[in-house]
């Protein structure tokens, strides 16, 4: 579903510490694109001074987890953004134990899948595609950039993979 949120105080579901943001547009959303995946995703796009871009951000470690933080910087600093618990809850592997969807969607579907989304979302709300595009990821962040510039090259218009953990 779609919200506005008034400029001010935010406190993401699951924590205490509120975060102080302008006023933006908050899309909650879930995709399913196999009968064993559920990634959720949100999409934040600022009210006013957006400044026509979009920012995709990623998790840390086996963070199954909306990276609201992350979410916060890029929406103060003008842009539309997006994240995505990658088709699970917790911070451990046993999600994937017996569901190789779901490894997939962790390993590279749910950025992808999130991505895509997000870019007609706020094509959608705003009356334009941004005008550029990037994803900033550090740890589980940095491997989830290089695959996304590994297997979707055209998601994204520039990656920045920070501590990238790869094999």
């Known amino acids: 579903g779609a919200s506005v949120v008034a400029a001010g ?5 699951g924590s205490s510490v509120a975060l102080t943001l302008p006023g933006f547009c908050r899309v909650e959303a879930t995709a399913r694109p196999t009968s064993d995946s559920e990634i ?15 920012q995709g951000v990623g998790n840390g470690g086996y963070q199954g ?4 933080a992350a979410m916060a910087n890029a929406l103060r600093r003008g842009y539309a ?42 094509r959608n709300a705003t009356g334009r595609f941004a ?3 990037y994803f900033v990821g550090c740890s589980s ?27």
Request: a negative charge; glycine letters at 10%; aromatic letters at 12%.
């Open 141 to 167: 962040g940095g491997h989830q950039a290089l695959s996304e510039a590994q297997r979707y090259p055209d998601d994204y218009d520039g990656i920045i993979a920070g501590a990238p953990f790869n094999q």
């Open 131 to 133: 005008d550029r595009s």
């Open 65 to 68: 987890s909306i990276s609201y």
């Open 81 to 122: 953004t997006a994240s995505t618990d990658t088709g699970h809850t917790g911070d451990d592997v046993s999600f994937g134990q017996g569901h190789p969807e779901k490894v997939i969607d962790f390993g590279h579907r749910a950025i992808h899948v999130m991505t895509t989304s997000a870019t007609l979302v706020v």
């Open 40 to 54: 959720k995703f949100e999409v934040w796009i600022p009210l006013e001074a957006w400044n026509g871009k979009f």
């Open 9 to 13: 105080a935010f406190t993401p579901p």
